[in-house]
Structure formats: C-alpha cells, structure tokens
C-alpha cells in the first residue's frame, strides 16, 4: 500500500502521554503526517474538517468515547472508509463484538511496542515503505 508518509493519521486519546507515545511510534515507522484530538468529539470536528485515512483512537475517553466516535465515522460518507484502530487498555469480548458490529479494523491493547502498532497498521493496509 502507500508509504507511511501518505497516510494521514488522527490519534485521539484524552492521555496526553498516550497520543505523545502513539505519535512517536508512527513517525518510526515512517508516518509523519498525523493529527491529534484530546477526545471524540474533537475528532470527529477534525474529521469532518478533513478526513484521515487512519484513526487511532482510545475507547475510553470523556464526552464521546471511542465506540462513538467509531459509529459516528462510519455514518459519515466522507469518512466512512478510513481505516479505524481501536486503542484500549481492556479488550474484553462484549468491547471487541460491538466494535465489530460498528466496523472498526483492528485493536491496539495498551501497554504497546512500535513493532505491535506496524503489525496492527500492515493487518489494515498491507506492507508500509
């Protein structure tokens, strides 16, 4: 698929620390171009504003949580086809079949190395240069 540098990235979580972490490991791995959103409802103004073809987003945020915003994005024609992971620090069954059910593409389990966040993005778009 693309070079990481032509996919633009929305990263959102309401940890600080999170999207910094998220950020850094994208740029390893060659994706440079990325947004930040401290939680759903910012994301989806930035979505709406310009689509991404990622999303990273935590599910536990304030405001609209991660499975909201997954919903959202994909009643939305212009953002409905990007790429969605959902990031989260409990991947119980009941989050992963609802998750499924509104379409996401993968999950990131927190804590996460840069090797797990490539192979989770390559399961989503195939090889990145």
């Given at each position: ?14 940890q600080l ?75 119980d069954r ?10 996401v593409n ?24």
């Amino acid at each position: 698929m693309p070079a990481g540098s032509a996919i633009e990235t929305l990263i959102v979580d309401d940890q600080l620390t999170i999207r910094s972490l998220v950020r850094s490991g994208l740029h390893q791995l060659g994706i440079t171009n990325t947004r930040e959103a401290a939680d759903g409802e910012d994301a989806l103004r930035l979505l709406i504003t310009r689509p991404s073809h990622l999303v990273i987003s935590d599910f536990n945020m304030p405001k609209l949580d991660g499975l909201g915003l997954l919903r959202a994005v994909r009643a939305h024609e212009p953002t409905r086809k990007a790429a969605f992971i959902m990031l989260t620090g409990r991947a119980d069954r009941e989050l992963v079949q609802r998750a499924h059910q509104y379409g996401v593409n993968n999950y990131l389990v927190k804590p996460f190395t840069v090797a797990t966040l490539r192979e989770k993005i390559e399961e989503v778009f195939g090889a990145i240069t």
